[in-house]
């Protein structure tokens, strides 16, 4: 397998298409997946119910849930946070 | 697994935000030889798939269920110091936007999910990785499982974590043998799935680009690619 990356740090074609494959696997765990998503309590709010801590718990308010849409707008955010930061931190031109 | 507010007393809140700001510090500087510009794209990826991952619950008993934490999976496949971002990102999100976690609460779940469950699963699939037989002529599969057995491990640990937290710090007086085996016996269960998903997704990853797999170095004969300026590995 060959590739010429030059003096551009974009991705090559061959470097696109698993990066595409991995996001359209996300965004159907997002989208599709999570809606047979079981709702009943994690192992933690399970834990904190039976032993009576989960009264303690303090909600705030969400922006967004997880419901539709706006999960995916939580998923475009995260990729493009972490995207620029590791983009920021990584050894150049390796 | 996500802590909310209430759960946890201020000045230990405080502590594990003492405690995930430096992890966050000393991952800034150690991601730094782990990512580079092949690497890079992989972290926003696997962050984002942790996210999508989080949001997929599965049952695990009658009326309880879990979710991947993918500490050890982000570690297994951009390296620990990278995965710690990685988890502080999607915590991070999750927290402010989604109101899933707390916010005085961020610290403790950072530690927890992105320091415990990262360093702890990272290492025992080290451990696992030397540990298992090796045949020579297959040795790709050795990568997969003993990630699935590093993330097995990390979510009680990570249970464990929170219990400890919460008997030198939290808001109801529970012994801490009783929170233990409560915390860590139904996380066993949670771990099997995160064993499972860990192992398929690095299996995958493996499969379609062995040489970005930061826990196959070395593991794993990676394809030479040829660039301008040299071979690279």
């Given at each position: 397998m060959s590739r010429s990356t030059g003096l551009s740090t974009a991705p090559s074609r061959a470097g696109r298409s698993w990066w595409l494959l991995g996001l359209g696997v996300a965004l159907l765990i997002a989208?599709?997946?999570?809606?047979?998503?079981?709702s009943a309590p994690d192992g933690l709010e399970r834990v904190a119910e039976d032993h009576g801590i989960a009264a303690n718990a303090v909600e705030h308010h969400a922006l967004?849930?997880?419901?539709?849409s706006s999960a995916l707008v939580g998923l475009g955010i995260v990729l493009v946070l972490t995207s620029a930061l590791s983009w920021a931190v990584r050894t150049r031109g390796r | 697994m996500h802590v909310p507010d209430g759960f946890i007393s201020a000045p230990w809140s405080l502590a594990t935000g003492v405690v995930a700001a430096g992890a966050v510090a000393l991952a800034l500087r150690g991601a730094r030889r782990e990512l580079d510009d092949r690497t890079a794209p992989l972290a926003g990826l696997v962050a984002t798939f942790v996210f999508a991952g989080q949001m997929v619950n599965f049952p695990v008993a009658a009326g309880t269920s879990g979710h991947l934490l993918g500490g050890t999976l982000a570690a297994v496949l951009v390296g620990p110091w990278t995965a710690t971002l990685c988890l502080t990102v999607v915590l991070l999100v999750q927290a402010l936007l989604f109101a899933d976690g707390g916010l005085t609460a961020l610290g403790t779940n950072i530690t927890l999910m992105g320091v415990i469950g990262v360093w702890v699963g990272y290492a025992v699939f080290r451990l696992a990785a030397r540990a298992l037989p090796r045949p020579r002529a297959r040795q790709r599969p050795v990568v997969p499982l003993a990630a699935g057995i590093g993330g097995f491990v990390s979510v009680p640990a990570a249970a464990a974590g929170f219990a400890l937290l919460f008997a030198i710090g939290g808001s109801a007086p529970i012994a801490l043998s009783t929170l233990m085996s409560a915390m860590v016996g139904v996380h066993l269960a949670i771990g099997l799935g995160e064993a499972v998903i860990t192992a398929l997704v690095v299996g995958s990853v493996l499969a379609v680009r062995p040489d970005l797999v930061h826990g196959a170095r070395g593991l794993v004969s990676a394809p030479v690619l040829v660039t301008h300026g040299g071979t690279a590995r």
């Open positions: 989208g599709v997946v999570s809606r047979f998503a079981s967004l849930s997880y419901d539709g | -």
